[in-house]
């Protein structure tokens, strides 16, 4: 089943697992204040696996901090707080490397494990209990909650703990190529992020809006955004699609070798595209991000927000929204995107679930009515 028809059903599924959160919450998380010794034993070799991650925390709660949990009347209180952001050295690693640093401090008796991680396998572990806190997209969350392949069933335990920032979707050709919209990529040759990443969804769906697919372009290559950068300029692929935050240090390379256009999406496009996912946005890449793009380009935009489970204690994920909005000057250093963050543009309504402990913090400090 495509997705642009599984649409209606997606709808009325949302609306039925928010409802099954809400009364998650609602009821203090007692599904999950049991942790099974499997659970545990999964959390522990997961830590244990991730030879890279990063570990923050006194020697003095060691041992207390070796029990990946502990129960308290509301709803799971971790010991060992397990978080996961994207590609070392990307935006979300920088935001989860510095709150892995700093959590410790505002919260004792916790011990932190930083670990790169992607879209699709943080909203997992969010809702198996292995991931602590994750930072996800938010079409890939709302594809989780309506079981949207490949998620195989509702992902009815991830909630919001606040909005970060949004990315670009970035088409980018060769100036002097003979592609001036999606229409002309009948034939040529595609590079996008690997199978099943949301930027390659995204892809398939802007591809679909033209009555496209990948059987109908010349070749699609799954790719690293690093790797995308010197296919483009050694003329092995004719068109990038990709999104991120600008300006892309890949495009900005890119561009002292080669001069390149960005596609715009229509107004029509992005109709059709909001039809396909609720969570799609329009966005715009201001004219002179990158040399030779003199004009805006109208682009689909893509939130990334934090996420929690639901079966975590209130008082637990109130300390750490109050933790990150109390560091948001440390957060802003790591990486231009975080540089504006405000509490208010944390509150925001994603269209899903916020977790109660964040709505009573953002509640207190008025950035929520």
């Known amino acids: 089943m495509k997705r642009k028809e599984r649409v209606e059903k997606m709808k009325k599924r949302l609306a039925v697992v ?9 009821c203090g998380g007692q599904s999950g204040t049991e ?8 959390a522990a070799q997961e830590t244990k696996k991730d030879g890279g991650a990063q570990k923050t925390g006194d020697k003095e709660n060691e041992e207390q901090a070796n029990n990946t949990s502990t129960n308290a009347s509301q709803g799971i209180v971790p010991k060992d707080v397990v978080i996961y952001g994207g590609t070392t050295g990307g935006s979300w690693n920088l935001f989860t490397t510095v709150a892995g640093n700093f959590l410790p401090e505002e919260i004792p008796g916790i011990r932190t494990t930083v670990s790169p991680g992607a879209a699709l396998s943080n909203l997992q572990g969010v809702q198996d209990g292995t991931i602590t806190l994750a930072i996800s997209k938010l079409p890939t969350t709302v ?6 392949p490949p998620f195989a069933e509702p992902l009815n335990k991830v909630v919001n703990t606040g909005y970060l920032y949004t990315e670009h979707y970035h088409i980018l050709v060769n100036k002097d190529s003979d592609i001036y919209s999606v229409a002309d990529l009948k034939g040529k ?3 996008t992020f690997a199978k099943g990443n949301t930027a390659e969804l995204i892809c398939s769906d802007i591809l679909s809006v033209y009555g496209l697919t990948y059987e109908d372009l010349g070749a699609i290559n799954f790719s690293s955004l690093s790797d995308m950068g010197e296919q483009f300029k050694d003329g092995l692929t004719d068109c990038l699609m990709f999104a991120s935050a600008t300006p892309v240090s890949t495009v900005l390379d890119i561009v002292t070798a080669r001069d390149i256009r960005l596609l715009s999406l229509t ?4 109709k059709a595209l909001k039809e396909i996912s609720p969570a799609y946005i329009e966005n715009v ?3 002179g991000t990158y040399n030779g793009v003199e004009e805006e380009v109208q682009c689909l935009g893509t939130m990334q927000h934090l996420i929690v489970s639901s079966d975590l204690d209130e008082g637990f994920v109130y300390e750490i929204t109050k933790a990150i909005v109390e560091h948001l000057d440390d957060i802003g250093d790591t990486h231009a ?22 709505e009573k913090y953002y509640k207190e ?3 929520m009515k």
Do not use: R, W
Not at 143 to 148: E, H, Q, R
Not at 339 to 355: F, K, R, S
């Open 267 to 270: 107004a029509e496009d992005f």
């Open 365 to 367: 400090i008025g950035a």
């Open 143 to 148: 594809d989780g909650y309506n079981a949207v």
């Open 337 to 358: 995107v975080y540089a504006q963050l405000t509490p208010e543009m944390m509150a925001q309504d994603l269209g899903i679930p916020m977790h109660p402990g964040a």
């Open 35 to 42: 942790t099974s010794k499997e659970t545990k034993a999964e």
């Open 189 to 191: 040759n595609v590079t």
């Open 285 to 287: 890449i201001p004219a």
């Open 18 to 26: 928010c409802m099954m959160v809400l009364a998650l919450t609602a």
